[in-house]
């Protein structure tokens, strides 16, 4: 490439300092994504953990829930957890209920947009509801373009441990939930239990005027 691109048209500029200037804005943006990257890979050692912690607290809860409903009169082989080889994505099933959790999408740096705050880059846990066992579970794959709207809530765990994650339940809006890291895997999971165990259906009517 002609080295004459990178240099401004301003002839008074001698050749030296036009390469300098180059220099001091590619400076800036490698600093930039080298920023984003070290809080990209904290963050995902951080969500790594916490959905480490939330498998164990998930085989709690379905112990727990089996002797429940066993002590009920139900059958507790209704009650069941499952999560793949890399520990990335868990399926929990409740009676008719399925949920999955998935970190699948952490695959480069993302910041949570925040309306009043400066973003954060950070990881980020999703519960669906559903079993997406058989998805990808990326919300970028064309095969489940509409992955989202299934979402229940979100957990998002940024680069510094000793910040609080951040939890969104999508009916609720943009409200955001900050609980302590060391906390957030038990409360996340309980909360999106309460959430989509704790309610029920309608049967589905059709009225013709």
């Not at 912690?53 to 429940?68: N, P």
């Not at 705050?117 to 919300?139: T, Y």
């Amino acid at each position: 490439m002609n080295n004459d691109f990178f240099y401004s048209k301003d002839n008074q500029i001698a050749p030296s300092a036009k390469t300098q200037i180059v220099r001091e804005r590619l400076k800036l943006i490698s600093s930039h994504m080298a920023k984003q990257l070290q809080e990209y890979e904290d963050s995902t050692k951080n969500t790594n953990t916490v959905f480490g912690q939330m498998l164990k607290v998930m085989s709690e809860v379905v112990e727990i829930m089996k002797k429940d409903f066993e002590e009920k009169g139900l059958n507790p082989n209704q009650v069941s957890f499952y999560s793949d080889p890399d520990k990335s994505v868990a399926i929990l099933s409740i009676l008719w209920h399925s949920i999955s959790f998935t970190m699948r999408e952490n695959i480069k740096p993302q910041a949570l947009y925040r309306k009043e705050n400066a973003p954060m880059f950070c990881g980020r846990i999703i519960a669906l509801n559903g079993d997406f066992q058989k998805a990808s579970l990326d919300v970028t794959d064309i095969e489940y373009p509409d992955i989202l709207n299934c979402e229940i809530a979100s957990l998002y765990i940024p680069a510094d441990k000793h910040t609080d994650a951040i939890m969104k339940i999508k009916h609720v809006g943009n409200v955001e939930y900050n609980i302590n890291q060391a906390e957030c895997a038990k409360e996340f999971l309980l909360k999106v239990i309460e959430i989509i165990c704790g309610g029920g259906f309608y049967h589905e009517e059709c009225y013709n005027d």
